[in-house]
């Protein structure tokens, strides 16, 4: 066994292999950014090395440099996650003729497996069943939108060295094509350095199925059951469980030799997932591998009581797979949801900030959280905006549902915009318990995922009207004389009533709050609705009755806004305090970046006349890109970036000139 890995990655990913390996006592190297410099993995790690600036490209994924650092620390084996240089053939045929071990599979069947369309070639003669679509050498525009127009539209377009959801576009129509083309290319140039695409047929309610597969040096195959992984956005997933529901034994078992197959094939060793795509008819189809350990492994290492990364360690150190097929057992259910630092409401924008207040449910024997982040660290622009997994175990699937619900009712996150809401929604949906899932799941489910009900907006306003009055009673009292006129918070004067008047913000709502301080308790007003409230207020936690219906909730308040916990939901508000000299915005209706990111393309010139819903300007952010659309028929008249400009939140990219004061301009001349 290795007494000492370097971990070529970052976040939780790296958290996790660091306390594997310590537990096995294994030394753990840790290489870092510059943004990483007082990271979560550099701490827990027996050493670290500066890499570079931000950026992945000077810093995780200068190979050559990781290389160096294996060889000047005395690293046996590298593991690299996932991400970054997992998946790169070059990089571990460089570790192989610099006598370092690649903890992963060997370069060759990364190589077959890196290319989609390759992978596909290979799949075919060992006899694993493939989607109808294209994936030749040929990379002409004119033949990839005939071989699309043969399939039959809906088609899935995709990066074949692609990952993650980058460079993929789903076309639904021909005159959709050409502009999915473009992007879908530019993704997969921008995102692998390939922009070679393949055409599949994209089935409409497909379910995404995956095989975690293990393979040792002396031909040893085996696989971990396997996981459901269908509810997904931006074709990336958004919560697994394990074992995939209501599929029968027989396809369960077949969809496994499928599996082995496909690793046997390319001579594989080390983890694996072999993707199927399963159609509510019972056939399945292969869709990718991937060579490398999965962010969803936990659910597979939950229901098989097995540690997938020790495993890892064991083959790539020359032992055989620790059990056989038949000693395998699967026991209960898991399910795992990512925690992302994104915007569910705006079309899952990757967001940014510093995590302000972070709680996290207990851990113990049915919960767990897989993180590479503290209260107080930055979730910048440069990486994938992932803050956590939680995953959790019981001995069934509404036994682990309830499990995760109330474990998501424990998380709190303040400083930035999060899916905790919406995966409470999700994972309470109606649709979703009884298991009526497919790949376009958030889709057919909009309206029990997103939003929130008026009502509930009006009550977390006036439970924060009441904590803002207790808060403000508990800063103002004197301990030595609690009797005190001057201790009171009821503004008292002579023949008048005891009010406390605010206005809340919450996102484009303003409310009118007033809260009356009666003998026992308070009289909340709110557009015309009453609430009598009684409330007590320890540490930051608010316990509070309105008109009966009592309420427990923790409050964070970080200068002027407030962010209320209850029930597995978050809601922000903002105390609107008037300042002097404040004026409406000048530059309302212009064309505005949604994110901080970076412009990777213009779509439109200056001088060009177009419709509404036309993309103008492309931006990229934690490797996603976003188009920016017309929302109106006009002409461009200025641009304000160019590609490869940072932008941050709010910045105004371009200028568009109504069509109606064009045609005023026009008859002026």
């Not at 192989?96 to 799949?123: L, Q, R, T, V, Y």
């Not at 460079?167 to 129509?173: A, F, I, K, L, T």
């Not at 803050?387 to 303040?414: F, P």
Request: contains cysteine; proline residues 4%.
């Amino acid at each position: 066994m290795f007494n000492k890995i370097l971990i070529a990655n970052r976040g939780e990913i790296a958290c996790r292999i660091i306390d594997t390996a310590h537990r096995m006592g294994i030394q753990c190297v840790a290489v870092y950014s510059e943004a990483d410099r007082n990271a979560r993995h550099v701490a827990l790690a027996d050493e670290a090395f500066l890499l570079g600036p931000a950026p992945s490209k000077d810093s995780y994924l200068k190979s050559d440099l990781i290389l160096q650092i294996a060889k000047q620390s005395g690293a046996q084996a590298i593991h690299p996650g996932y991400g970054f240089l997992s998946e790169n053939a070059d990089f571990a045929r460089a570790c192989e003729s610099n006598n370092i071990e690649f903890i992963g599979p060997p370069a060759s069947a990364i190589d077959s497996m890196g290319s989609k369309s390759a992978a596909k070639s290979i799949m075919e003669s060992a006899n694993v069943p493939l989607v109808p679509g294209y994936h030749g050498d040929d990379q002409s525009r004119e033949l990839i939108k005939n071989e699309a127009n043969r399939c039959g539209y809906p088609v899935l377009l995709k990066a074949v060295a692609g990952g993650g959801g980058k460079g993929m576009r789903v076309v639904w129509q021909e005159s959709e094509f050409d502009e999915a083309f473009n992007a879908a290319r530019r993704e997969g140039e921008s995102s692998f350095g390939n922009g070679d695409l393949l055409v599949e047929k994209y089935l409409t309610k497909p379910r995404h199925v995956e095989l975690q597969v293990f393979a040792d040096k002396s031909g040893h195959a085996v696989y971990l059951a396997d996981r459901d992984c269908s509810v997904q956005r931006r074709h990336q997933k958004v919560i697994e469980e394990a074992p995939a529901p209501d599929i029968p034994e027989d396809i369960r078992c077949a969809m496994g030799q499928a599996a082995i197959q496909a690793a046997r094939a390319i001579n594989y060793v080390g983890a694996g997932t072999v993707e199927f795509l399963y159609d509510e008819d019972g056939s399945f189809y292969f869709m990718e591998m991937n060579t490398r350990l999965q962010v969803e492994h936990p659910v597979s290492e939950l229901i098989t009581r097995q540690d997938l990364v020790e495993w890892q360690l064991r083959v790539a150190a020359g032992e055989d797979l620790p059990l056989a097929q038949e000693q395998i057992q699967v026991e209960g259910h898991a399910i795992e949801v990512r925690v992302y630092a994104e915007d569910p409401d705006n079309d899952f924008l990757p967001a940014t900030g510093t995590l302000k207040y972070l709680r996290t449910p207990t851990e113990n024997r049915h919960v767990r959280v897989d993180t590479g982040v503290i209260e107080g660290d930055e979730v910048s622009i440069y990486y994938d905006p992932m803050i956590a997994k939680l995953i959790v175990w019981d001995e069934s699937r509404d036994q682990a549902l309830s499990r995760m619900s109330s474990a998501l009712k424990d998380y709190q996150i303040c400083g930035l915009t999060t899916n905790l809401n919406f995966l409470s929604n999700l994972v309470q949906a109606p649709a979703f318990k009884a298991f009526d899932v497919d790949t376009g799941f958030i889709e057919k489910n909009q309206n029990v995922l997103f939003g929130e009900a008026d009502h509930n907006q009006h009550q977390s306003i006036a439970l924060a009207a009441c904590y803002l009055t207790l808060d403000k009673k508990r800063r103002s009292s004197n301990p030595q004389d609690p009797t005190s006129p001057f201790n009171q918070l009821n503004n008292w004067r002579l023949n008048s009533s005891c009010a406390h008047p605010y206005e809340l913000v919450h996102g484009d709502n303003s409310y009118q709050v007033n809260v009356l301080e009666l003998a026992n308790g308070f009289e909340i007003t709110l557009n015309n609705t009453t609430y009598e409230v009684k409330g007590k207020l320890e540490a930051e936690q608010l316990t509070a009755t309105l008109n009966g219906h009592q309420f427990s909730v923790s409050v964070f308040q970080d200068g002027q806004e407030l962010t209320l916990f209850q029930d597995g939901h978050t809601f922000t508000c903002q105390r609107h305090v008037e300042m002097f000299g404040e004026h409406e915005d000048d530059t309302a209706g212009s064309l505005c970046a949604p994110m901080n990111g970076t412009v990777v393309a213009i779509l439109k010139e200056p001088g060009s006349k177009v419709e509404a819903g036309e993309g103008l300007i492309v931006i990229e952010a934690m490797k996603m890109e976003q188009t920016i659309a017309a929302p109106y028929e006009g002409t461009v008249t200025e641009l304000f970036y160019q590609p490869g400009d940072l932008v941050n939140e709010g910045s105004e990219l371009l200028a568009l000139t109504p069509v109606s004061e064009n045609n005023s301009a026009d008859g002026d001349a």
